[in-house]
């Protein structure tokens, strides 16, 4: 473990970016200020010196110099005193305003300071340049420097560098000092940290703009999420109705036929008089006097036309009373349900055609690459585009609407106008230029135009190279890789928690079951692989799978996410391929 204290500087106007709290800024995910307690975790102590943070854990010391925003020295005299009684040889002195920092490079610092046996020991940037607030002291040297001063105020940190220093040059200490450092240290995490699928798939919940909801019929908006629960406008049933063929009867048996007979949807049986008893088919309205159904098979009818209940049969009333199922103003779904097939037809049944929804998504396709070709012979160096028209299909079953497929070729900015113009669809389904490669334009081009990355990449194989971005209109960009079998996996893992962002809708329950084969399949990152339904349950997976192209596919049910390192019998995802 790291021996020493730790004094982190958390305070300051940060003058250059309007006085904003800068240690508090998020960037990857976490707040300046937690990444510099992370870098120190191995300290014995430490002292967060600036305004009170609540959110700190109780073993974190906090104090503020004096006058508040005094300057890095009285930070740092302040931040010494609350160590006062503290032992520890060293001291790390630490600004919180470097989101790259690791707890190596601050083991780092204190082994080098160990070592030298200098006063301090400063981290040199690329240049060669001492940075003064990220370094570890000699403890008495650090308190004979403030010692020496008159006052502590407003003193720049070069004040206190004892003679005898040392630098050692580390990567990864860039400062945060103007919101452009802000935003380029934002884009660099984003650009390179990769997310789980998990992950991905719960940043594509929380941070994609949904929707704006409009009012449509819901028998149109399939693949859509209801922004506004759907309330009943009529009771269910709406009277009461036959839940069965057989007899209304009014009163004990036995009873006395009429001749006349209740329809479903037909005229409503005149009323019935103690001891009568009507012919009724299943959904008819039940007449007035009438106290119950009794079924066909519980009936026996003389030629005297009496109606007799069959000796032994249970009593059953086999009437569905007026609004059993449902009264005016029932929830029939909450916001936030998908508009399905069963929602339309229980909606329908209350008398709701319409409904505040968000979606459908509407996708537009755009392929990649130079040296793909979807219709005519192939020339030199040609390859037949595959996949782009069964995307349309795989979308579908996601919720998606393809509005049309596109080809973009191989040039320097032609992804720029596609994203700018990308304002008459919300989602951007991109296949190919997601890699590093000379080729590989999108990345830049999301750079370029404002857009938000919200998934850099994926731990996944295959599918690593995917990007998930927001343009400034608030488009979805799905980067999928040019390989195909690797595009369509991501596609099918990724796409409904796209939908369920943008629609804010409910998340789906995954298909989850035994991967009988999982050990022979496995290794240290997660892998999609084809699978086939197991006869007992479960699924069996391929161990090879040859990417690029979907032959793999034919004839096997779906595709298994394997978790690493996974043993036989491990529980997976599965996702079904249509047929």
Same mark, same amino acid.
């Given at each position: 473990m790291t021996v020493g204290d730790a004094i982190v500087l958390a305070g300051g106007r940060a003058s250059r970016m309007g006085g904003v709290d800068k240690p508090a800024l998020v960037i990857g995910g976490r707040s300046m200020l937690e990444a510099a307690l992370s870098a120190a975790a191995g300290c014995a102590r430490i002292v967060v010196v600036g305004p009170h943070r609540p959110e700190l854990a109780p073993e974190i010391g906090q104090v503020r110099e004096t006058p508040a925003g005094?300057?890095? /020295?009285?930070?740092?005299d302040a931040g010494l005193r609350e160590l006062a009684d503290s032992d520890a040889p060293h001291v790390l002195v630490l600004a919180a305003d470097m989101p790259f920092l690791s707890r190596d490079t601050v083991d780092e610092l204190f082994g080098h300071a160990a070592e030298s046996g200098a006063d301090?020991?400063?981290?040199?940037? !690329?240049?060669?340049? +001492?940075?003064?607030? @990220? !370094?570890?002291?000699?403890?008495?040297?650090?308190?004979?420097?403030?010692?020496?001063?008159?006052?502590?105020?407003?003193?720049?940190?070069?004040?206190l /560098?004892?003679?005898?220093?040392?630098t050692i040059t580390l990567a990864d200490i860039d400062d945060c000092d103007t919101e452009d450092d802000?935003?380029?240290?934002?884009?660099?995490?984003?650009?390179?940290?990769?997310?789980?699928?998990?992950e991905a798939r719960k940043a594509l919940r929380e941070k994609l703009s949904p929707l704006a909801p409009e009012r449509r019929p819901l028998r149109d908006a399939r693949g859509a999420a209801l922004a506004a629960s759907v309330l009943a406008e009529s009771a269910l049933p709406r009277f009461d109705v036959s839940a069965m063929d057989g007899y209304a009867v009014s009163g004990d048996g036995p009873w006395k036929l009429r001749r006349d007979i209740g329809f479903a949807g037909g005229e409503r049986p005149a009323g019935l008089q103690p001891g009568e008893a009507v012919r009724i088919a299943t959904g008819a309205h039940v007449p007035d006097g009438a106290t119950t159904v009794l079924r066909d098979e519980f009936a026996d009818v003389r030629t005297d036309h009496t109606l007799h209940r069959v000796p032994d049969t249970p009593i059953r009333d086999d009437v569905r009373r007026r609004g059993e199922d449902r009264v005016p103003g029932d929830v029939v779904a909450p916001e936030g349900t998908p508009v399905t097939p069963a929602l339309i037809s229980a909606a329908a049944s209350v008398e709701v055609t319409e409904?505040?929804?968000?979606?459908?998504?509407?996708?537009? @396709? &755009?392929?990649?690459?130079?040296? @793909?070709?979807?219709?005519?012979?192939?020339q030199t160096g040609q390859t037949r585009d595959s996949i782009g028209p069964i995307l349309p299909d795989l979308l579908t079953r996601c919720g998606v609407q393809a509005?049309?497929?596109?080809?973009?070729?191989?040039?320097?900015? !032609?992804?720029?106008?596609?994203? &700018?113009?990308?304002?008459?669809?919300?989602?951007? &389904? &991109? /296949?190919?230029?997601?890699g590093g490669g000379a080729a590989d334009q999108l990345r830049g081009a999301l750079s370029r135009t404002g857009a938000r990355v919200v998934v850099p990449r994926l731990r996944l194989r295959p599918g690593g190279s995917t990007v998930i971005a927001e343009t400034s209109g608030s488009t979805t960009v799905l980067g999928l890789p040019g390989n195909p079998f690797a595009a369509v996996a991501t596609l099918?893992?990724?796409?409904?928690?796209?939908?369920? !962002?943008?629609?804010?809708?409910? +998340?789906?329950?995954p298909f989850v079951g035994p991967l009988h084969n999982a050990s022979d399949i496995s290794g240290p990152v997660a892998r999609v692989v084809p699978a086939r339904i197991a006869p007992a349950g479960g699924w069996i997976g391929d161990p090879g799978v040859r990417t690029a192209h979907l032959g793999g596919l034919v004839d096997r049910d779906g595709l298994v996410i394997v978790p690493p390192d996974a043993a036989d019998g491990t529980l997976v995802e599965f996702l079904p391929l249509p047929r």
């Open positions: 005094a300057g890095p /020295v009285a930070a740092v301090a020991v400063f981290a040199a940037d !690329g240049s060669g340049r +001492p940075q003064y607030l @990220i !370094g570890v002291w000699r403890r008495d040297a650090l308190k004979s420097a403030l010692a020496e001063l008159d006052s502590p105020i407003n003193q720049p940190m070069k004040v /560098v004892p003679p005898h220093t040392a802000v935003r380029e240290a934002r884009e660099r995490i984003a650009d390179t940290a990769p997310l789980a699928l998990s409904g505040e929804v968000r979606g459908p998504l509407r996708a537009r @396709i &755009v392929m990649t690459g130079d040296e @793909i070709r979807g219709e005519g012979p192939l509005a049309d497929r596109v080809h973009l070729r191989d040039t320097a900015r !032609g992804f720029d106008e596609v994203l &700018v113009a990308a304002t008459d669809c919300d989602l951007l &389904v &991109v /296949v190919g230029a997601t099918l893992a990724l796409t409904p928690a796209i939908v369920e !962002g943008r629609t804010r809708a409910h +998340p789906g329950r």
